[in-house]
């Protein structure tokens, strides 16, 4: 009895398992999908970090566009200010940490040098089949191993970026902490302090 109840507790294990890592199998084809084309738009201006990148931001912001929830982590970035925001003020923060976003992925694709990467399968299952976590492992030229946690969540039957995870760097907490400085030196004024973050971003 004990052998069939362990059998029969491995065949049920593996019912659920199969379908919840079919969900990650999908996010980590988005984010490899990702990868590759970001890579093949950034390989032209590998290293050139003096170059004028503004057509590279251009492409980027086209192969992102479908694959990162832009408007959500925007929101989340503005924190308790976004409640006090208008509907122009979440309009034009959208816009604005849009092109913050593909800025920085730019430039730091342009500066490092990859010379291979690997989709890491988890060693767990997520508890929710629309939100997985997809890490990867790469490798420079210059032999530095670095790993990105892409956090990734299913919306309308489409996977998308809603954070990033670079060796425990964390982009969404990282800026949301800057808005919030920038909102304080403001006094709370979410305009001020959106049209602070764009001048800041235009100097970079």
């Known amino acids: 009895m004990k052998i069939k109840g ?7 294990l593996l019912t659920v398992s199969v379908p919840v890592m ?31 990148l503004e057509p590279l931001y251009l492409a980027l912001a086209q192969v992102t566009q479908d694959t990162v929830d832009y408007p959500y982590i925007a929101k989340i970035v503005m924190g308790k ?8 003020d979440k309009l034009d923060f959208a816009q604005v940490f849009r092109r913050t976003l593909i800025k920085t992925y730019a430039k730091t694709l342009v500066s490092f040098n990859i010379k291979a990467y690997e989709v890491i399968e988890p060693r767990s299952v997520s508890p929710k089949p629309d939100k997985q976590k997809v890490t990867v492992k790469v490798l420079s ?22 954070n990033i995870v670079l060796d425990g760097f964390n982009l969404r907490v990282t ?7 920038i909102a304080q030196n403001t006094k709370g004024d979410v305009s001020a302090a959106i049209a602070q973050w764009s001048a800041k971003m235009s100097k970079k």
């Open 141 to 162: 030229e210059d032999g530095k191993a670095y790993s990105i946690v892409n956090y990734m969540v299913k919306t309308d039957e489409q996977w998308k970026l809603v």
């Open 175 to 181: 800026f949301k902490n800057q808005f919030s400085n």
């Open 81 to 88: 200010y976004y409640r006090r925001a208008s509907a122009q």
């Open 22 to 52: 079919a969900d990650w199998q999908q996010a980590a084809d988005e984010v490899e999908q990702s990868i590759e084309e970001m890579l093949a738009k950034v390989s032209p201006y590998r290293g050139d970090v003096d170059a004028d």
């Open 6 to 12: 362990l059998i029969s507790g491995l065949i049920l």
